[in-house]
């Protein structure tokens, strides 16, 4: 996006009124919603950070009730305005602002096209039906003389009834990507998540925490981290933390994939980071795969999914 020379004057002019001359931000003028701080210039909703975020801070950005709002922006592009008025847009991963003897940065929202990110995200649940999945394992169960299925949606979320074993699998494999979604289990609870899994066909070593990874799911508060608990790579390594609510709550993950290396947050918390191709047990998992859900036993939902295709990134 490209600006005029007379609208940078202009931008230059309201940016300076509103900020300063050093551009610090005025915590009064702050919002409270979204940590951003807005310039009411006519032409672009500009949103200035003072604080900002990791890459990562975008495990808090969903659809759907319960949506929580991140920081600031995570994609934003910066007008580099010269005293001599060349105009020069660049990308930057989060909003930053400075001033110098000829530099000054402005982050904008952009209004007019989605950012990089965005363009490669779907969501892989409609909210109303299991379009794109497949029932691998226990597929239905008997409920007063009739079949009823293990897996199906309802009020918008992926809803399994907890009957014998086996995974919701999205018919779609991904190298590098960044899945979001949230969990909430029953009391005693055990789910999982697949991540680079193959189809499953019954057969033990085609189960995620084999051919490739689980991110297990229990309802285990209060325990110390070990390999077979919350968000551990379920048999190989233990998670840094156990940060899952307790049974019956809402919980957020953000799972990152790229290459060997293998990132997750857990309500906004590091709980795996890892480079496989360092632990020789998992360094000759695969690179690519399926995305599944699990039900072993115990009723669980899911909302609010993202997947963000990160291949080439």
């Known amino acids: 996006m490209a600006v005029p020379h007379e609208h940078a004057d202009h931008f230059v002019a309201r940016a300076q009124q509103e900020m300063g001359s050093h551009a610090a931000v ?20 500009c949103c200035l950070t003072h604080e900002p975020p990791t890459t990562h801070d975008r495990s808090t950005r969903r659809k759907g009730p319960g949506r929580a709002f991140p920081r600031c922006m995570t994609h934003c592009e910066l007008l580099l305005f010269l005293r001599t008025h060349e105009v020069l847009t ?15 940065f402005a982050a904008l929202a952009s209004i007019a096209s989605p950012v990089p990110a965005d363009e490669k995200a779907e969501t892989p649940f409609n909210g109303k039906d299991l379009t794109g999945w497949v029932v691998e394992g226990t597929a239905t169960f008997e409920k007063d003389g009739r079949k009823q299925p293990n897996w199906f949606a309802q009020e918008g979320e992926i809803r399994c009834a907890g009957k014998g074993f086996g995974f919701l699998r999205y018919d779609k494999p991904f190298a590098d990507f960044r899945f979001t979604l949230e969990y909430k289990l029953v009391k005693n609870g055990n789910s999982g998540i697949g991540i680079r899994g193959v189809k499953y066909t019954g ?41 899952a609510r307790k049974a019956g709550e809402w919980n957020q993950v953000e799972i990152e994939c790229r290459g060997p290396k293998i990132r997750v947050t857990l309500n906004g918390q590091v709980v795996q980071d890892v480079d496989q191709s360092t632990i020789d047990e998992i360094k000759n998992k695969p690179l690519k795969g399926y995305l599944s859900l699990q039900c072993h036993g115990s009723v669980v939902a899911f909302r609010n999914l993202e997947i963000v295709d990160l291949t080439g990134e």
């Open 26 to 45: 005025d915590p009064a003028r702050h919002c409270q919603n979204h940590s951003r701080h807005r310039l009411n210039c006519p032409r672009f909703a």
């Open 90 to 104: 660049v990308t930057r991963r989060f909003a930053t602002l400075a001033v110098g003897p000829t530099l000054l």
């Open 203 to 243: 057969r033990a070593d085609t189960r995620p925490s084999f051919a490739s990874y689980e991110l297990q799911i229990l309802d285990d508060g209060g325990k110390e981290p070990n390999s077979h608990g919350t968000m551990s790579l379920y048999r190989y390594v233990a998670p840094k933390a156990m940060a």
